[in-house]
């Protein structure tokens, strides 16, 4: 483990260890110990209090008196995981711990992921139908997106029997974990059951399944590098070029599609509805309003490009304006500020006179833009002006009296402009 340290740590950099209590992270914990004099570095702890298990508060103490008898600080955190939660207990929480995790002040955070953990992932990948990037399964150093530490995975080498004889032969006390014992949990029921019969027919299947998944991981960071090349003439911003999508053949636009996706911080779709987006985004007609949900985002099509946009908010019920300098417009997801100007903007006496509110397009809006000119309809100056589709519904407008005189990024009401010697009120959207 010392090579993984030297590859990853530089000297004197903060180090936290995840702590459960069990076999794994015990061990991690002495092999930390026996390292500091060597390859110095600070060593912090941090135990996930789950609370659903009887013995959970035990657990703490234990990392308690562990750290404690070692002068190793701890923090435990106590979390609450809803039995009943949509995404399983499980999942929720993993959910929670990352969440810990993520907002953690130090270099890097120690995981004890060893090589059957490695393998069980690879095998459940596996089965789930991931690609080469899933089934490269852990790493061994993980940036993690909004993450302050680096994760980082020192015992992905070593087999579990191997922690377990040097815990034995030091007399290392640990805590087990009863919900390990589960079976109806998948990855449990694979490591009790599944992975004891491979390796009766298949000697040393953690180790050979492992090297497979270091193999998919270079498969995947070649179609990466594959990706970041054609994002070249591909990407621009946040612009996915939808012709230079149809010049790929399938399989590489789909791997441009994917890094598209994940440079925005999505989780990927389906392959299914991954095709059906590459589909549309490829072949429909040059004038089709292309929208396709991905879960958290929108994918959208627009004057030949693809953009990720998240969906507009769901409330639609128009705010009222009652003086304040700013008003959040829930409808349009943003506040608008209300500056006070003189011979500029929307006359205050008209504004105070009538009653003012902000929402967003319903459809059959018009403006006048300029004084004597003819009221236009606000669907012909969104296209004028260039507005994508998914900005328009989502677009804060003012009204005064049931009357339109405001859209932002158009402009106002010319028949209720400031004269240069009047009181006016220019609203903007706050960035």
């Known amino acids: 483990m010392a090579d993984v340290l030297g590859r990853h740590v530089p000297p004197h950099a903060r180090l936290t260890l995840a702590l459960s209590g069990g076999l794994d992270s015990v061990a991690l914990l002495y092999v930390l110990l026996a390292l500091r004099a060597p390859h110095p570095f600070e060593l912090q702890a941090v135990h996930v209090h789950h609370g659903l298990s009887p013995h959970a508060d035990d657990w703490a103490d234990f990392c308690d008196r562990l750290c404690a008898a070692h002068a190793v600080e701890l923090a435990i955190h106590r979390v609450q995981i809803a039995r009943d939660d949509p995404a399983g207990v499980e999942a929720a929480a993993r959910r929670e711990r990352q969440r810990i995790f993520a907002a953690l002040d130090a270099d890097f955070l120690l995981t ?103 193999l998919q991981a270079d498969a995947a960071e070649l179609l990466d590098d594959l990706a970041r090349l054609d994002a070249r003439e591909a990407i621009a911003g946040d612009r996915l070029d939808c012709a230079a999508l149809a010049r ?8 441009l599609l994917r890094h598209f996706i994940e440079q925005h911080g999505q989780a990927m779709p389906s392959l299914r509805r991954l095709d059906e987006a590459l589909h549309q985004l490829r072949d429909a007609h040059a004038d089709a309003q292309v929208r396709v949900n991905l879960g958290q985002m929108e994918l959208w099509r627009y004057r030949g490009g693809a953009y990720l946009v998240p969906p507009a908010p769901c409330w639609a019920e128009p705010v009222r304006w009652q003086g304040e300098a700013a008003i959040w417009v829930p409808a349009a997801g943003v506040h608008v500020r209300m500056d006070r100007t003189s011979g500029t903007g929307l006359r205050q006496t008209a504004l105070a006179a009538g009653e003012v509110t902000f929402g967003v397009r319903a459809g059959g809006e018009h403006l006048r833009l300029h004084a004597g000119g003819p009221r236009r309809s606000l669907k012909n100056l969104l296209q004028e002006h260039g507005i994508p589709p998914w900005l328009r519904a989502r677009m804060p407008l003012m009204w005064c009296d049931g009357r339109l005189v405001w859209a932002a990024g158009i402009g106002f009401e010319a028949d209720l402009g400031a004269a240069p010697d009047e009181t006016g009120m220019l609203p903007h959207v706050e960035p």
Not at 179 to 202: C, E, G, I, K, W
Not at 206 to 214: E, Q, V
Not at 248 to 255: C, E, G, L, Y
């Open 248 to 255: 790929f053949s399938t399989v590489r636009a789909r791997n």
């Open 112 to 214: 004890a992921h060893h090589q059957d953990d490695q393998a069980e992932t690879l095998l459940l990948q596996l089965l789930r139908g991931a690609g080469p990037k899933g089934l490269a399964a852990m790493a061994e150093r993980h940036d993690r997106p909004g993450w302050r530490a680096t994760q980082l995975r020192p015992l992905l080498s070593i087999p579990r029997v191997e922690l377990l004889r040097a815990a034995r032969e030091q007399g290392v006390a640990w805590v087990d974990d009863e919900s390990n014992r589960d079976t109806r949990y998948r990855r449990n029921a694979l490591r009790q059951q599944v992975m004891p019969l491979l390796a009766q027919h298949f000697p040393g299947a953690s180790r050979t399944l492992a090297r497979a998944a270091a």
